[in-house]
């Protein structure tokens, strides 16, 4: 059984080298999905409770990404400039460009050692940059 969370923030970011607009500092509403797997439900019925993705997931993003930049950590340019606009935990700095691809790996990533506790894995994350663009993370494996 599986089941799926969508998660919305919205967050600004860039993309080195890009040959087009996305080189420029710009934004997104975001959407995330998280499908987990279990092989039981519970003695409630469920896989595991959607307020538990949101709890554990939503939080840690609103904690670091939400209405803040993903910046690649090699943007010093950037970072310079935007830093003393930006709180704790904002910029998120990432190892390579935040594309909707690194977002979902990095948010794999942040998310399987926090559901590690709960009898699900997950079965991909998805993050979808706009209306009809999104990429999906499937786990090795899968």
């Given amino acids: 059984?599986?089941?799926?969370?969508?998660?919305?923030?919205?967050?600004?970011?860039?993309?080195?080298?890009?040959?087009?607009?996305?080189?420029?500092?710009?934004?997104?509403?975001?959407?995330?999905?998280?499908?987990?797997?279990?092989?039981?439900?519970?003695?409630?019925?469920?896989?595991?409770?959607?307020?538990?993705i949101r709890d554990l997931i939503y939080g840690w993003?609103?904690?670091h990404w939400d209405h803040g930049f993903l910046l690649n950590r090699h943007d010093t340019e950037v970072i310079t400039a935007i830093g003393p606009y930006c709180k704790a935990g904002k910029p998120y700095l990432m190892d390579s460009n935040p594309t909707a691809e690194n977002i979902a790996l990095e948010l794999y990533r942040m998310a399987s050692p926090v559901l590690a506790s709960y009898p699900v894995r997950i079965v991909s994350v998805r993050v979808q940059e706009m209306e009809g663009c999104w990429a999906t993370y499937l786990p090795p494996g899968r």
Avoid: S, W
């Avoid at 967050?11 to 959407?31: I, S, V």
């Avoid at 998280?34 to 039981?40: H, Q, R, Y």
């Fill in 61 to 63: 993003i609103l904690d």
């Fill in 1 to 52: 059984m599986q089941v799926t969370r969508r998660l919305e923030f919205p967050a600004g970011h860039r993309l080195m080298n890009h040959e087009g607009g996305c080189k420029d500092l710009h934004g997104h509403n975001y959407a995330i999905e998280i499908t987990v797997e279990g092989d039981k439900l519970d003695e409630v019925g469920r896989v595991i409770d959607f307020d538990v």
